[in-house]
């Protein structure tokens, strides 16, 4: 069995090639060539925490993809003696012919990279081709890799962020700026409005339980990708935003079970759930159109599909191999 390393991952998932996978990910769940049972949630209430069980099989015309991946989130973690991450998370490998075990991937760094990479498909079928400033709420590991996502599939020239907390957001901008294809110009943004002023692409990767901007401040024909709100009762896109925008998910039966970005404002009376009738998979296999216009709002909202971790191990295995990265243990 092979082990990979959170370094060794980071090598073996390249942004671009991630972003492919993602998007066969996407197209084979909504092509019926995927088995996703919906994710079990665990519940840890002395830490509020909870850890979520992912199982995915998906048949590709490659090798055909199986694995598990338990992430949990333990929002008292950063505050530990020890500064441990908010997400834990690994990844089992199955062949998917025999079942045996064929590796276990470090998870946090493969579901911040997958989850990226998801956005980033997104990005590429639904924003305006001539998108050039983004702005990132959430100075966390899930915003770095919006932000590179978002860079590798259109011509940033600029990025703003905003989080409630100054210092994460100056680690951001120290550690990202000119790295890769993110352009060296990143600013910190004093309020919502300012991070939104001249914004083509938002993307949300936050906790937060309320908007974390106004409608109003929105520019005309932004695309939106948000991948926090993955609870009933988190939201970070205004209600309104979502009921005027073209709105595509990741997978239709888990959006309407877990996000309050979509479960609130259909509460609220706003839309029903003809509204949410889209998913990213039947844009890429050309079943389904997606922006119409370039002043259209689009809104990308995932909760995250076992798929996508089942494929992203696949081809960080696959890539691990040929640049013999990991370790090779007996099991």
């Avoid at 990279?113 to 998801?118: E, F, K, N, S, Y």
């Avoid at 590991?141 to 703003?160: D, F, H, N, P």
């Avoid at 970070?236 to 959006?255: F, I, K, N, Q």
């Amino acid at each position: 069995m092979l082990i990979l390393t959170a370094d060794d991952v980071r090598k073996a998932l390249p942004m671009k090639e991630t972003i492919e996978a993602m998007k066969r990910a996407y197209a084979s769940l909504s092509d019926g060539k995927a088995e996703v049972p919906l994710r079990t949630r665990l519940s840890i209430p002395p830490q509020d925490a909870v850890s979520l069980f992912m199982p995915a099989y998906v048949q590709t015309e490659g090798d055909d993809a199986l694995a598990v991946k338990v992430v949990s989130l333990f929002p008292k973690n950063p505050e530990r003696e020890r500064g441990l991450a908010l997400i834990q998370a690994a990844v089992l490998v199955l062949d998917a012919e025999t079942g045996q075990t064929m590796a276990l991937l470090e998870g946090s760094s493969l579901t911040a990279i997958r989850t990226g990479a998801g956005s980033g498909a997104a990005i590429d079928l639904l924003a305006r081709p001539d998108s050039k400033v983004v702005a990132v709420f959430g100075a966390g590991a899930q915003g770095r890799t919006q932000l590179e996502a978002a860079c590798s599939v259109r011509k940033i020239e600029s990025a703003w962020i905003f989080d409630t907390s100054m210092e994460r957001a100056k680690d951001f901008v120290s550690d990202m700026a000119g790295v890769g294809p993110i352009p060296k110009e990143l600013h910190i943004a004093d309020s919502p409005a300012q991070a939104l002023a001249d914004a083509d692409i938002v993307c949300t990767a936050t906790t937060s339980g309320a908007p974390v901007f106004a409608d109003s401040d929105l520019k005309p024909g932004a695309h939106i990708s948000a991948i926090g709100s993955y609870t009933p009762e988190m939201q970070e896109v205004p209600s309104e935003t979502v009921a005027r925008a073209l709105v595509v998910v990741d997978s239709l039966s888990a959006t309407l079970a877990e996000t309050g970005d979509l479960l609130k404002p259909m509460q609220a009376g706003l839309f029903g759930e003809g509204h949410v009738s889209t998913e990213l998979g039947e844009i890429e296999l050309g079943r389904k159109a997606g922006r119409q216009s370039p002043e259209q709002i689009t809104y990308f909202k995932s909760v995250g599909v076992a798929v996508q971790d089942a494929m992203a191990a696949q081809l960080a295995l696959q890539n691990a191999r040929e640049q013999r990265l990991g370790t090779n243990v007996k099991f």
